[in-house]
């Protein structure tokens, strides 16, 4: 299991982050809880919507909350660990959205994404400085421009002697902000990955806005490297101002 990192520390890394990559959003934080938060947003049940409808609500302080019987759509149920992939899914990502060629590879899509139970009832998105100290953040997503983007990946390669420490993966948009970093946690080398790709919910976020996300460890570890690294060149920092 990798190590889940203290708020206290990821909001005090944050304040490294945000000084050095510039963000089009504010941070944001996944966690478990097992009671439903006071301010938060609880997508209707049986009722289809999108998250990132709800992500300005987001970035105004409030939190979504996701379980068993409210995730927004049956793909975010099934990215978030609450149910299995529908035996139809791999037909709609085909036939309807057209995502992949058809739907023998779609449904080989679906194989691979699987993700394990929440531990607890409930699943937190929220803006990274709103989680109470003391909660144990699972996953950061940071938003970013172009620009910050590329800063990032090099910063992911700057503690390793490999140049593959960040993938871009065909996902939907909450996969990559929350199953596919998360799935990395438990790996050796937890690799950042770029998201909010996906055509779908695209209309949600504005243009120049692009997803980065890490485990909260990987986040925490590359949030000590700032210092040593070229982020902190006067170089760096007049690019960013």
Same mark, same amino acid.
């Given at each position: ?81 609450? *149910?299995?992939?529908?035996? $139809?899914?791999?037909?709609? #990502?085909?036939?309807? +959205?057209?995502?992949?060629? !058809? &739907? ?10 699987? *993700?394990?139970?929440?531990? $607890?009832?409930?699943?937190? #998105?929220?803006?990274? +400085?709103?989680?109470?100290? !003391? &909660? ?30 960040? &993938? ?74």
């Amino acid at each position: 299991m990798g190590k889940r990192m203290d708020s206290r520390i990821i909001k005090k890394g944050n304040r490294k982050f945000v000084s050095h990559f510039p963000v089009t959003l504010p941070s944001m934080g996944w966690y478990f809880s097992s009671v439903l938060p006071e301010d938060s947003i609880e997508l209707q049940a049986n009722k289809w919507t999108c998250m990132f409808k709800h992500i300005e609500d987001v970035t105004k302080g409030n939190k979504i909350s996701f379980s068993q019987n409210s995730a927004g759509c049956s793909g975010a149920a099934c990215y978030f660990g609450f *149910t299995q992939p529908n035996e $139809k899914a791999g037909g709609f #990502l085909a036939s309807e +959205e057209k995502f992949k060629e !058809n &739907i023998a590879y779609a449904n080989e899509f679906y194989n691979q994404i699987k *993700t394990e139970e929440p531990r $607890k009832k409930y699943l937190i #998105l929220s803006k990274l +400085e709103q989680i109470e100290d !003391n &909660i144990c953040i699972e996953v950061v997503n940071y938003w970013v421009n172009p620009l910050s983007l590329s800063g990032l990946v090099t910063l992911s390669n700057f503690d390793s002697p490999e140049n593959n420490n960040v &993938i871009v993966p065909f996902a939907s948009g909450c996969q990559s902000m929350w199953t596919i970093p998360y799935k990395e946690k438990d790996k050796k080398h937890p690799k950042a990955t770029v998201g909010a790709l996906d055509p779908t919910m695209r209309k949600y976020i504005a243009s120049d806005t692009i997803l980065f996300s890490v485990p909260s460890s990987r986040f925490n570890s590359m949030a000590k490297n700032i210092k040593k690294s070229f982020a902190s060149d006067n170089n760096w920092l007049t690019l960013i101002k």
